[in-house]
Nanobody, 116 residues
């Protein structure tokens, strides 16, 4: 198992940018595909972006394509999500986890709130 700790979320105005960080501890990191997910109030958790273990292949939800960028640092067991041109509909708790099931227990997430 791994412990996942997300950080970097805060209140930001529409059009602003944030960089989220996820640290994974407890097991090997570099051989796994990783992803970012989010859950808005009253909605199901949804996929945002994934990156394969080599860092050479990424996928994005249509709603964030062109605005968000996922990256990783295998030397420090970190996954990042650069979010640009944030919009109110991006307001959610953001989580990281393995890109596919079975996944690790979810962390606390980090709250991103975008004001209009």
């Amino acid at each position: 198992q791994a412990q996942l700790i997300e950080s970097g979320g805060r209140l930001v105005q529409a059009g602003g940018s944030l960089r989220l960080t996820c640290v994974s501890s407890g097991r090997a990191f570099s051989s796994d595909d990783w992803g970012w997910f989010r859950q808005a109030p009253g909605k199901e958790r949804e996929f945002v972006a994934t990156m394969n273990w080599t860092g050479q292949r990424t996928t994005y939800a249509d709603t964030v394509k062109g605005r968000f960028t996922i990256s990783r640092d295998n030397t420090s067991n970190r996954v990042y999500l650069q979010m640009n041109d944030l919009q109110p509909e991006d307001t959610a708790v953001y989580y990281c986890n393995l890109a596919a099931k079975p996944q690790f227990p979810w962390g606390q997430g980090t709250q991103v709130t975008v004001s209009s």
